[in-house]
């Protein structure tokens, strides 16, 4: 699911939802994971792109992008397509 069009998100991690004015912070990976969203990549890309840059177990990787998902999914911040 894409991140929705109207959330704010910066390079340092910090990200805004203007149509609930929530704010939440995110770590340099999760920020990164958030502007590639932005970007239009596709999950898949994504995880590709991770697991070239960080030493990252595929599994672990999964199991936090799962998580992720999720967290960003309670906090009503990706696009129901």
């Excluded at 939440?24 to 932005?38: D, G, M, R, T, W």
């Excluded at 991770?50 to 992008?65: A, C, F, M, N, S």
């Amino acid at each position: 699911m894409p991140l929705k069009k109207n959330i704010a998100t910066s390079e340092s991690g910090f990200i805004f939802n203007p149509s609930t004015g929530d704010s939440y912070s995110a770590n340099p990976v999760a920020a990164e994971i958030l502007q590639l969203l932005k970007q239009g990549m596709t999950p898949g890309s994504i995880k590709g792109q991770i697991l070239d840059t960080y030493e990252v177990d595929p599994l672990r990787l999964e199991q936090d992008w799962d998580d992720f998902m999720n967290q960003l999914k309670d906090a009503n911040l990706l696009d129901n397509l």
